[in-house]
Every structure is written in structure tokens, then in C-alpha cells.
């Protein structure tokens, strides 16, 4: 093609364009401006093609008949006699009226109509006043004769039969009105009512035909506040009927008369709450600080109150009603129609205002209307344009809004465009192939391309694909999906963040780079789920695990928990310092995560202690591993710097089972240890049958109840009498001892209990249910005890060092401060000693209450009894390792003999347990000890016993040691 072609074609193509653009312009511009001028020279210009003469006021006169008897004789008679003639007479309601017109002579071939115009005229029957012959009858349902309906009232036709100049008439009316009676030539009265019909028809059909049209805009635009306007227009359609008198028909059709006070009354009410909703939604910017205060709620129930009471008073009832609630909705919609325009100082708002306020007047009008039943407040031209101004002002109001919102948009798809071009992130657009037709520059950064060299590439060309349904709905719950890229392996893949959301079959999504924040994030789950020192699982880790484990059992795989402990750990802290402890830690786990399997994970609870987890391993095979873990420990010492340490271990395993907890089974785990640790053994496992895990099992359910402050079951009390050997007979003194069965009814034993009570915390409730337990069944049966001088009850270290359990402890003795005389508190010795002036507090504290104390286990660790002098003690309770076996130890009888000489030098009473046979029981009597106990000479009773019991004599079930106590007591001098 050559250079004059080229030209020539672009030519074509301006002329083309220059033309379009023409016919566009006059199709909306010219065409528009024509039709109002025309429009506007047709109503100035020329000629209607309805008559717009009016009709001839008649002179009548007027009486009443409030007892409805006469007849149009009487009637005519009586309006003879009555006064001048007047033009407009007041009507009331219901009240039979007579009136006389009088008519001008006419030709004989003329016919004319005189017009009763009001609408409130509920009936018309007219006679011929020269003859008395009825004329014709009409009422609001039905004519006869020559009266008709016309307007919105009636007429009465006179022609060539009928030339009297006087016509007798009878009215009623529906409400008070003004009577008045109109001449009119019959030709000009018939086109006085076309144009009326015309008129509100055109009002009519046009209304409405606007309001379906914007309610089909509505629909499709989904703009609500269109559907509002169109059936206020409605409702301002039927208060302008009201207004102009044609209420009383719809659609061309006439309404039941008995149907409209009724339908008045709700038209006003339902009126009423639409220009208040339309009203808030228009203004609803310059009112939002107002939408919830008390002047709009308190509108908002008049609304509804009004129409309550349209639908169920009646007229006269209603009308208080009607008029309270328009005129607190008029003054408070004025009122915030002002704030409006003193807060905003727009004039868009302030035509806003016009153009409510202009409604407000068709509300009140049709009110007025309603309410006085006349058109004294505003006649039918006035009405009409009134009513058609409203509509179109609040049609700008809308429009203006309409407006403002496309403003808005178009605002925000400018921002939206620009944001997509300076985003932080990657912003991308897919049509329905899933093609990438528009992405912003960091799209293409991220991926390190450029599109601009690919014509719409898809998706998966460049990344993997998405479930982009599943996306759309995680991205309106403010997630998003997570996509490695590339995603094949590779030393420098990025995470990529996707969110994306499906509009008109179209994708818009963004994508960033979160690969350094995914970096983060499982660095910080690694800080914590992990231990920092050594890399194995902390606490939180170990139960995460644990309960993943235990998901899996229930689906059938097998679980095995190991607990190891690291012999002596202090001491190498002790000795090396805390920093050679750590690189030993260290080297522990290196050995142990070598000795597992890849599916094994350790975890570290403490500084010596760890958990080794073997998920879907039997326990068989869970202590194989445990062997290998302590092979792998025992097989060479650890070499840190120049130093070479042995570290020993120990190891628990036990087999999970369903009805466990995380936290359960790691506990279960360390009761395994420390049984290997008490037979010196490195491994112990147990199975799920085993007698200890049952047992342990029954400990944690019993402190589970203990901590939720429940009485726990299987919980009791067994009482040990101390006998005492200077009146064997004569007292009734003994020792509380805690029992336990289990749920079977098996006895577990109580140093289990004591034990783990201990390591588990919980062994300070135990002490609190044991002394309130003891001083409950005293207190019971106090009159019954009689003998009884003191009751030993025992209270563990754990508790004395304590603070809450001391103050609950002495709460309790201030319940029952009448037996603390009573109470004897055993502390052991070790315990007594940790803390020596604690201890001494303490116990001056108790002996202020009245309460005696006895120190436990003396003699098991300690060989200076110098502290004794400094402690308040009232009894040595000498420790049973002694005793037991001491007929044949003669170290030990001199060890005890000692003690009792030391205590009786003090002024303290000696106490023996475990005294088991007759020969140590005589020994220690020949060594005046003051007190003994022990299987050898009464078992431990249930109280019942003690209470059945008249002397200690009858609780000692072996003859022979009565039989000793007997002869012991004879040979004393």
C-alpha cells in the first residue's frame, strides 16, 4: 500500500470518526433541548383542547333535619320560611340536609348540569320544586335518574322535560364540609370532567409508570434505596388523590367505599415511616453521628405506633393519634434538616433539604386533608403541582446521590488502578482460561520476568496451580495459600503467598514473597517447640508430639514412652561448672539422637532428664532401643576439653495406652525410672498390664480429686495404738495412718503414695484431708475417747516448707481448737533440721495452740543430737531401722538405749515403732522407754475398733505379748 493510501484510509477513518461524534452530540444534547422547548411553547402557545371556563356559582338556601321525618312537602315548605340565599354553607357529618337551588330560565332545547363538587358528599336526591317529581338519587355505590357521579363529587342533569327553575335537593354528607352548588352549560361540564380524568390519569399512569421503572432499575442494580423511592412516590401518588379528591379509585377502578377511612389511615401511617426511611438514607453522611440518638428512635416507634393504630382505631380515635405523631415526625425531621445544612454548607445538601421539605408540605397537606375532610388548605392546582414537584425534587435528591456514588466509584477504581501499580505486592488479573491478562510490576519483579514479551500466558506455565474455588473462599476468610516456587527442587525456592477472589468468572488475586517471614516463623516454632541448648524437643514439644502419638494409637498404631535420668548430673555442675554441665548435655543428645531411629524423638524436660518418644513401636521393641540408648551412654566417657566424664543413666519405658494423657504417660514414664533407680537397675518397662502403671493410674486419679477439692475414693484412715508401757492398760493412746485402695479395691501401698504425692505437689492436700479428717472423727466421738491423751499425726517436709498449707494447717486447728490438747504432729528429723529457726517458729507456734510435737525417724541420718536443746520438741519418735532386728545388733540397742536416756534427760517422752516381736518389746521395756508401737504389739485398727474397745487390752490379738504386758505389770514395785 502506498503513502496516498495510507492516507486516503486514515481520512476515511476521521471523517467517520468526526460524524459519529456529531450524531452523538445531537442525540444527547439537541434532541433533549428540542423536545422541552417545544414543550414549553405548547403550554404557553397554543390552544388547550379542554375548555377552561369554570362553572357559575348558585345562590341556595338551607335547612336541617335532625330527625330525618320530612318529606320533600314539608321540606320545601320549611326552607320557604327559611333565610336569604347564600353561595357556601357549613355541613356536619351524617346530618340529613334540604336545600333549594335556583336555576336561570333557559331555552327549551338547552340542557345544562349543576355541579355539588365536594368529595365528602355522601348522597344527593333532587326534586323538581314546581311539581315535587324526583329528579334522580345517587350515593357514592350507586345512581338513578339524573343525578351522576362527576369529579370528585356529583351533578344533576336539567333538560328540555324538566324547565322548573327551582330544584329541591336532599344531602348527606360523609364529613363536615363546605356545601357549595355550580351552572354549568352540559357541554362544558363534560369536558371539565374529561379533563379531570385526564389529569389524574396522566398523574396517575405516569407515576407509576416511573416508579415500575425505577423499581426494574433497582432490581437489576441491586440499589435498595431505589426500591424505597419508588413506593414513596406510590405513597406520595395516593396523598395527592387525597389531596384532589379521587382517592376513591385505583387503577381505573373504583374502590370500596366502606374500604376507605381505612385505607386512608394506613395510606397516612405507611406514608409516614417511608419518608422517614427515605429521609435517613438520603441524608445518611451528614446524619450518621444522629442515626442512633434518641430523637430518631423516638420517631422511629411513632412510625410504627401510627400504623398500629391505622389498622385498628377508628376515625375518631385515630385522628389525636395522627395528628401527635406528624407533627413530632414534621418538627424532628425539620429540625434535622437544619443540621444538616449547618454541618455541611453544601449546596448539593441544601437542595436536598428543598426537596424533603417539599414532600413534608404533600404529607401535611394530605393530612390536613384527611384530617378536616375540605380543600380549604390547598386547592387541586396546587395540589397537583405541589405533588409533582416533590417527586421530581427528591428524583434530583436521588439522582444527586446516584451521582456522589458514581463520583465515588470511579474515585476509588482511580485509586484501586493506581494502588495496583505501586502495591508492595504482586497484583494480577485471570480471565476464565486461567490467563494472566494484566499483572503490576512487582508480579513480574517476584518472578524475575516480564510479561511484556508474552502474549496472556496461563497460571501453570509459571506457577503451580490452584484450587482457585477453595482460594476464593479462604481469601473472604482472610486467608490465603502458601506455593513453593519453582516447585521443583531447588537450593533457592521462595513461599509464595496467593489470595485471589472469583469476580465475574474473572480472578484478581495478589502474590508476595514471604519467604523470609516463612523463615521466621519456623525459626520461632523451632525456638518453640525446641530446647535452645541441645536441639531436642522442650516441654511443649514433647506433649505436641506426644499427642500426635496419641491420635495414632487410637487408629491402631502403638506408642512406647521412655523417661531417662542422668545419675549424679549435679555433681558435675557442681564440680566443672555449669558451662562443662551444658557441653555434656550436648554430647548426650548427640549419642542419644544417634542411637534412635529417624521416627524417634527426644526431648528434654530438666537439666538430667529426658523423654525419648517411639511412635508406632511396640514396647518390646521401645526397651530395645532404651538398651541401645544406655550402651550408647555407658560406652565411653565424655571427652570435654581435657577432662573425661562418665555419665551413667537410668531409663523408664512404659507402653501408652489411649486412656492417657500427654502428661500422664511422661509421669507414668518417670515412676518407671525411679522404680529402676530404687533396684539399681538401668532399664525398667512396663506394659500396659502392669501392676505399677494400674497404680500409678490410681495415684493420679486420686490427686486429680485431692486438687479439684473432692473427697476422694478409696481414701481412709486406720488407726495405730501406741502403747504406753508405764500404764499399758489404763490408756488409749495412737497414730493416724493414711489408706488407699484402688478403684478394684486393692490396697495400694502408702509410701507409693507418700512418694509420688511428693514429686507431683500434691502431697500438702494430702496432709490438709489427713489432719481434717482426724480432728472430724475426734470431734465426733470425743465422749467416747476418754483414755486417749494424744494423737500422732504425721506432717511430710513438703508441707512444712509450705506457707499456704501452714496457714490453712492452723486454720483448721482454729476449728477445732477444743482438741488441739490433743494433737501430737510428727516432723521428721531431716526435715526438722533443714531449717532449723523455721523449724523453731514453727514450733513454738504449735505448742502456743496446745498442740505437742514429736520428731519422726530419729537417729536415721544425723549423729550430733546437740540441736535438741534448741527444739521445743515434747517426744523422739526413735526410727524403726533401729529397732528392727536389734536383739541382735548390740550396736543398736546402744544407740537406742542412748537416745531414751537423752530424751528422758530433756524431759521428752520416748516413742519405738516398729516393734515387731516380744523379745524386742521386752528389751525396750527393761530400757524404760516410755511408748512403743508396731505390728509386734497392735496392728494398725479401723476407728471403729478403737471405739468398741474398753482398754488397749482388747485390741492386742497375740496372747502372748498380753500375757508379757501382764507380767511386766505385776513385777512393777
Not at 21 to 46: D, E, N, T, W
Not at 519 to 530: E, F, G
Not at 666 to 678: F, N, P
Amino acid at each position: 500500500m502506498g503513502l496516498l493510501d495510507v492516507l486516503r484510509s486514515n481520512g476515511r477513518k476521521n471523517d467517520a470518526s468526526a460524524l459519529d461524534r456529531l450524531i452523538y452530540v445531537f442525540a444527547i444534547y439537541a434532541v433533549p433541548l428540542v423536545i422541552v422547548l417545544f414543550s414549553l411553547v405548547a403550554l404557553l402557545s397554543f390552544n388547550s383542547i379542554y375548555d377552561t371556563r369554570q362553572g357559575s356559582p348558585l345562590a341556595f338556601r338551607l335547612a336541617t333535619d335532625p330527625l330525618k321525618t320530612q318529606t320533600p312537602g314539608q321540606a320545601l315548605d320549611l326552607l320557604g320560611a327559611s333565610g336569604a340565599n347564600v353561595l357556601s354553607f357549613p355541613l356536619e357529618k351524617a346530618l340529613p340536609y334540604w336545600m333549594i337551588v335556583n336555576v336561570p330560565p333557559r331555552e327549551h332545547d338547552s340542557r345544562i348540569a349543576v355541579e355539588v363538587p365536594s368529595r365528602q358528599v355522601r348522597s344527593l336526591q333532587c326534586w323538581d320544586a314546581d311539581h315535587l317529581t324526583l329528579i334522580g338519587s345517587a350515593n357514592r355505590n350507586v345512581v338513578d335518574g339524573m343525578v351522576r357521579h362527576a369529579k370528585a363529587g356529583f351533578i344533576f342533569q336539567l333538560d328540555s322535560s324538566t324547565l322548573t327553575t327551582r330544584v329541591l335537593c336532599e344531602v348527606t354528607a360523609q364529613r363536615n364540609m363546605q356545601l357549595t352548588a355550580s351552572l354549568w352549560p352540559m357541554e362544558d361540564m363534560i369536558r371539565s370532567i374529561n379533563q379531570f380524568h385526564r389529569i389524574t390519569g396522566l398523574l396517575e399512569g405516569g407515576l407509576l409508570t416511573v416508579a415500575a421503572f425505577i423499581l426494574i432499575i433497582a432490581f437489576i442494580n441491586r440499589e435498595w434505596v431505589y426500591v424505597l423511592f419508588a413506593a414513596w412516590m406510590i405513597g406520595n401518588l395516593r396523598l395527592g388523590a387525597m389531596a384532589m379528591g379521587w382517592d376513591d379509585q385505583w387503577l381505573g377502578n373504583s374502590i370500596p367505599q366502606e374500604w376507605l377511612p381505612r385505607l386512608r389511615q394506613v395510606t397516612v401511617a405507611i406514608h409516614f415511616l417511608l419518608t422517614y426511611t427515605l429521609f435517613t438514607r438520603i441524608f445518611h453522611r451528614s446524619l450518621l453521628p444522629l442515626l442512633q440518638s434518641r430523637a430518631l428512635l423516638l420517631v422511629q416507634g411513632t412510625g410504627l405506633l401510627l400504623l398500629a393504630a391505622a389498622l385498628v382505631l377508628s376515625e375518631q380515635a385515630f385522628l389525636p393519634v395522627m395528628w401527635a405523631a406528624t407533627s413530632l415526625g414534621i418538627v424532628t425531621i425539620a429540625l434535622l434538616l437544619g443540621y444538616s445544612i449547618y454541618t455541611t454548607h453544601s449546596r448539593v445538601e441544601t437542595l436536598h433539604v428543598v426537596s424533603l421539605s417539599m414532600a413534608l408540605c404533600v404529607m401535611l397537606s394530605g393530612v390536613m386533608l384527611f384530617a378536616f375532610g375540605g380543600s380549604r388548605f390547598i386547592d387541586t392546582l396546587n395540589a397537583v403541582i405541589t405533588l409533582l414537584l416533590s417527586n421530581l425534587m427528591v428524583a434530583v435528591a436521588i439522582a444527586e446521590r446516584l451521582r456522589r456514588e458514581s463520583r465515588d466509584k470511579e474515585l476509588a477504581q482511580s485509586e484501586l488502578i493506581g494502588n495496583f501499580a505501586v502495591a508492595p505486592i504482586g497484583m494480577f488479573t485471570l480471565d476464565g482460561g486461567r490467563r494472566i491478562t494484566r499483572a503490576n510490576p512487582v508480579f513480574e519483579r517476584i518472578l524475575g520476568l516480564s510479561l511484556a514479551d508474552q502474549a496472556s500466558p496461563l497460571w501453570t506455565d509459571l506457577l503451580p496451580d490452584v484450587d482457585w474455588e477453595d482460594l476464593d473462599q479462604k481469601t473472604r476468610r482472610g486467608d490465603g495459600v502458601e506455593i513453593r516456587w519453582p516447585d521443583e527442587p531447588s537450593d533457592s525456592h521462595k513461599t509464595l503467598l496467593v489470595k485471589a477472589a472469583i469476580v465475574d468468572e474473572k480472578i484478581e488475586g495478589s502474590i508476595q514473597d514471604i519467604s523470609s517471614h516463612t523463615a521466621t516463623i519456623q525459626h520461632l516454632r523451632q525456638l518453640a517447640d525446641n530446647d535452645p541448648l541441645t536441639d531436642a524437643l522442650n516441654r511443649r514439644g514433647i506433649e505436641k508430639a506426644l499427642d500426635a502419638s496419641l491420635q495414632a494409637l487410637a487408629k491402631g498404631q502403638p506408642c512406647a514412652l521412655a523417661y531417662l535420668d542422668l545419675d549424679h548430673f549435679k555433681r558435675i555442675n557442681g564440680l566443672f561448672g555449669h558451662t562443662t554441665g551444658d557441653e555434656v548435655l550436648k554430647q548426650v543428645c548427640h549419642r542419644v539422637m544417634q542411637a534412635i531411629s529417624e521416627q524417634d524423638q527426644m526431648g528434654r524436660l530438666s537439666d538430667n532428664e529426658f523423654i525419648i518418644l517411639f511412635p508406632n513401636t511396640t514396647i518390646g521393641d521401645a526397651r530395645v532401643g532404651a538398651q541401645r540408648i544406655i550402651d550408647a551412654l555407658h560406652a565411653a566417657p565424655f571427652q570435654i576439653g581435657p577432662r573425661s566424664i562418665q555419665v551413667k543413666g537410668t531409663v523408664g519405658v512404659i507402653e501408652v495406652t489411649e486412656s492417657m494423657q500427654a502428661k500422664d504417660a511422661i509421669s507414668a514414664a518417670s515412676r518407671a525410672c525411679r522404680d529402676a533407680q530404687k533396684i539399681h537397675q538401668d532399664i525398667i518397662s512396663y506394659d500396659h498390664n502392669a501392676n505399677e502403671l494400674l497404680e500409678h493410674s490410681e495415684e493420679l486419679r486420686l490427686f486429680s480429686e485431692l486438687e479439684g477439692g473432692l473427697s476422694p475414693k478409696g481414701l481412709y484412715l486406720e488407726m495405730q495404738p501406741i502403747v504406753s508401757l508405764r500404764n499399758p492398760f489404763g490408756a488409749m493412746d495412737f497414730e493416724a495412718l493414711l489408706r488407699v485402695r484402688d478403684s478394684a479395691g486393692k490396697l495400694i501401698p502408702t509410701g507409693k503414695i507418700i512418694a509420688s504425692a511428693e514429686e507431683s505437689g500434691t502431697i500438702s492436700i494430702i496432709d490438709k484431708w489427713v489432719f481434717s479428717a482426724t480432728l472430724e472423727w475426734l470431734d465426733k466421738h470425743r465422749g467416747q475417747l476418754s483414755q486417749t491423751s494424744f494423737v500422732c499425726i504425721n506432717m511430710s517436709g513438703v508441707s512444712l516448707n509450705d506457707q499456704r498449707f501452714i496457714e490453712a494447717f492452723f486454720d483448721i486447728l482454729a476449728q477445732h481448737e477444743h482438741l488441739t490438747h490433743l494433737v501430737c504432729v510428727e516432723i521428721t528429723e531431716g526435715v526438722a533440721l533443714h531449717d532449723l529457726e523455721k523449724t523453731r517458729v514453727f514450733m513454738h507456734r504449735l505448742q502456743q495452740k496446745g498442740v505437742r510435737i514429736a520428731l519422726d525417724d530419729f537417729g536415721a541420718g544425723y549423729s550430733s543430737f546437740s540441736y535438741l536443746a534448741s527444739l521445743p520438741a515434747d517426744a523422739i519418735k526413735i526410727d524403726g531401722a533401729l529397732i528392727r532386728g536389734m536383739t541382735n545388733n548390740p550396736a543398736n540397742v546402744a544407740v537406742v538405749r542412748t537416745i531414751i536416756e537423752l530424751a528422758r534427760n530433756l524431759g521428752m517422752k520416748s516413742i519405738v515403732e516398729w516393734v515387731e516381736d516380744n523379745a524386742t518389746l521386752s528389751m525396750l521395756w527393761d530400757m524404760e522407754v516410755d511408748y512403743v508401737q508396731g505390728y509386734g504389739v497392735v496392728r494398725p485398727q479401723p476407728p471403729s475398733n478403737l471405739l468398741k474397745a474398753s482398754t488397749m487390752a482388747d485390741l492386742i490379738a497375740n496372747p502372748d505379748t498380753l500375757t508379757l504386758m501382764q507380767e511386766r505389770i505385776k513385777r512393777r514395785p
